[in-house]
């Protein structure tokens, strides 16, 4: 016994200070932040080039986003299967360009890319460009003349002008100025060319701004553009399709200056659009990620180097072992007892989806609904393998009845239902029910609660701020988890509910 | 307030917690291949007739779900008769028929139930509803037991059946569970049937506790516990300590009846053993596990440790 004691105790030891050591490490040689502490918002915007091939060879080109007003690029991501694949990288502009001798079918391209922004900060001082006059007919510059004079009357200063000019343009058509109306219909174009031109011809320069507009979970978000423009002092931005001045909130900068973003040689029908996701992340690790993004490939465990669906993924995962933790203690040294050894984990890891008190009262009406129609069920005789399938289509029809009609009362939280494990919940009833009818409802109340309090302090757990960023930033940490729960393993002291099931020992005889 | 008692004086009393049973007993002694046979009834009966250790008549066997209405009817030439699962745990699904009723059968609890229902006793036995880990399983009738008439006021309506927990061949502790009323006719000992703990050198009863308190008469029959003294106690210590011998279990449970014709038969066997049996006592198990090992140590022989066991774990009157 003390051999396989020591034995036990090494290997745990071992685990236990790796774990420890490698998380001291990161936290103090590689800089990793040992508490949540910010939260930062990091978005991911994935790119999709749609296109049909013509004949001949094909070169796509897409100017890549460069880290303007203050955003940083964290990571960037090409998808290019079967095509040859450069980034050109010139003086101050980059571009992708995939290329291809042939193809018949037409083709999506992916370019992923990860940005946050640190700071609000502006955009760099540029020298003004010179100003090209656009060429107009004669009514043409005569309306904008007018127009230009009526507005000029009317504002301060260049600023004052150019958001006159957007307002007017963004007028409903019978409100609208004559000359603004004529404008708009003579040019046939969209209403920031017609205004970069109004704005040219009064001797103002300015320039497009071309950027996404962010809004998490988004799909087939297309490129939305901004305009700015020099005063004689320096940049203001205005958004044409709002009127507004300032740069809006979540607007990702892609480039600066006109020209076309995409460039499509031996294809038509091109399109550009993006799907958005932003996730929280804590500010010190999204710092701590860009700086070792390649400078410790070796040392970094970091799950950040996944794909972002994945990391999501290991997100929930890493929190597994911790439930186990709560399970281990509450069994072995406490020792409650639970339906299932780790069923408390799953319905835990439904109260996640559902939040807690919703989770808890769909669990108690499905279980203690499904336990009535089992008492039903029961005097069938049935075999057993049926039943319970029977059991399950009924556990499936209760959540489907609970998220209907509390959809019909407005409770949009109870719809959630979805997230409980249905096999589960079925073994739980079957469970449950045969439980009530050889030892009674004691029993099952005992053991019901047991699996609720564990799964609720096993819920508690895993949404710990502290306990979510440990997990996933310092995975490490798992193994000193393991060797706790080895430890635990040859525990061979009185559990808590001991004490009191032998309390009348206690007695003199 | 709830009472709890300190961790201290549950080591001071020798009080045996599940944890240590696992880990320090129940891992360490008994080996996992072996537990085959003591899950499976049917090896256990058999491996028990080879080693000549007496048990319960066995009638038959069902396997399948269609053999079930050629067996029911087989059943119709005896008048008793006893449904276990072969791999049940705990005293699950255990159907005993005292006796019939015209086309009834009556339940030792004096219930009738009919035919059909003894089918479907049968058919939840074979789909594993009582069974480890909810496994298919078979069933087994065996006969009824015509215990012995001197303990038929000690029980309400079920047997009762005698548990020794032997250690490396050594009887340790022992005690008589008691059905009542309370407990629906079984001997399970938080569902409120009386423990009764048994001095291992006489045999004799020490105490008898229900939900954790002394009790001096049976709920039920008002037989006085003090009085009973069971007999053949001999032939049971040297029945459960050959279990062990010949089971490869180290630490063993065994449950023993008492035939009125036949004497002590072996019911069946337990790898995992409660630790109920301490509070019948009030008395802890460590202290006799160690004394048990070094009488292991010691000698090899049967009788001897038998009687060195006597001789230790013996209670003064």
Redesign the interface.
Known sequence: ?MASRTRIGLIAGGLFFLGVGLTLYKAFILGFPLLPGEYREVWTIESKINFKPTKGPVQVDLKLPGSLAGWVILEEHFASSGFGFTVVENSDTREARWTRQQLVDSTTLYYKLQAYRPTDSELDDLTPPTIEKPRLEKDQSAAMERLIGLLSEQSSDTASFVSLLATEFNKDSDAQDHDAQFLLGTFDEPEKVVLLAVLAHAGIPAQEIRGIRLEDGRRRQTLSSLIEFHDGDRWLIIDPARASMGMPDNFFVWQRGNGALLGVIGGGDSSLEFALVSNRLPAKTVTSMEQMAHAYALLDFSIYALPVEQQGAFKGLMLIPVAALVVVIMR?LV?LKTSGTFMPILIALAFLQTTLLTGLSLFIILVGAGLWIRSWLSHM?L???SRISAVIIVVIFMMATTAIISYKFGLDRALTVTFFPTIILAWTIERMS?LWE??GWKEVLKQGGGSLLVAILAYMVMTNSLVEHLTFNFPELTLSLLAVILLL???????LS?????????KP? | MIKLISPRKLRELGILGMNRRNVGFIGKYNPRKNYRLVDDKLQTKETALRHNIRVPELYGVIEYQHEIAAATRKLDKHEGFVIKPVQGSGGKGILVIIGRDGELFRKSSGTLIDAAEVRRHLSNILAGLYSLGGRNDKAMIEALIRFDPYLEKYSFEGVPDVRVIAFKGVPVMAMVRCATHESDGKANLHQGAVGVGIDIASGKAVRAVQHGHLVTNHPDTDACFAELQIPHWSQILDLASRCVAMTGLGYLGVDIVLDKLRGPMLLELNARPGLAIQVANMAGLRHRLAVAEKIAAQTDNHEEKIALARQHFGVEH
């Open positions: 016994m072995l020792g005789n075999l057993l393998v045969i050889e030892d393993g040859k525990y061979t002291g009185y559990r001991e004490l009191y099931r032998f309390s009348d020992l206690d005889t």
